[in-house]
């Protein structure tokens, strides 16, 4: 997984005078924060020095927290970066989609290919073959792994089929089904909804 950490600036500060001075400096100040995963977090001062920050047990390595025992701007500025949507929270990491490249936040255990929601796949949408340029139905998004699935008419796996040499066997496979199917006078012919499935990487959002 690929984790980021926000950019070293600082945020906006609130018109409102009330703010207490460390939420004040928690904002204004230039910090940089890496969230490690496990509800840890790096936090790069504006002084350069590092230190690390349990957010779910309010600690922190500065001297403010560990002499005074205070909610130091360092777990006050992980707060804000949350919030904000710069940082994962605890228990989610910072990954890049498949697709775009654009950051999402995800469960710290979640398994690639990872995808953004404009190009998140679910039953029912419709999708375009990589290899061919075909649009295809999604019926299923499993979890099984293409070199996992066999293949009855080709006596192999998804990921062992010729056409799927150039993606990765561990994926998920997909079941999908063409839009067009042949209507005989007693109804659709079975043989021309054939559900077919593909590694999840060959597909793209249509």
């Not at 999708?127 to 019926?139: K, N, Q, S, Y």
């Not at 040499?165 to 997909?174: F, K, Q, S």
Request: net charge negative; charged share 25%; glycine share 6%.
């Amino acid at each position: 997984m690929k984790t980021t950490a926000s950019p070293k600036a600082p945020l906006p500060v609130p018109t409102a005078g009330h703010l207490p001075e460390r939420s004040r400096r928690a904002r204004a100040e230039p910090m940089s924060v890496l969230p490690l995963g496990d509800g840890l977090y790096e936090v790069e001062s504006a002084s350069d020095h590092t230190y690390l920050v349990d957010l779910e047990a309010g600690r922190c390595t500065c001297p403010d927290y560990v002499f005074r025992e205070v909610r130091c701007k360092h777990v006050r500025r992980v707060a804000i970066e949350i919030t904000e949507g710069h940082t994962p929270p605890p228990g989610q990491v910072a990954v890049s989609c498949h697709d775009c490249e654009e950051t999402v936040f995800v469960d710290e255990d979640a398994t690639e290919p990872l995808y953004c929601d404009e190009h998140t796949i679910r039953p029912g949408d419709t999708v375009v073959d990589r290899e061919t340029g075909d649009r295809l139905t999604v019926v299923d998004v499993s979890t099984l792994r293409a070199d996992a699935v066999e293949i009855g008419a080709a006596d192999c796996t998804v990921a062992e089929y010729a056409t799927n040499g150039d993606y990765d066997p561990e994926v998920p496979v997909v079941g999908a089904v063409y839009p067009h199917a042949t209507v005989a006078r007693n109804g659709v012919v079975p043989s021309s909804l054939k559900v077919y499935v593909f590694p999840r990487t060959r597909l793209e959002a249509a």
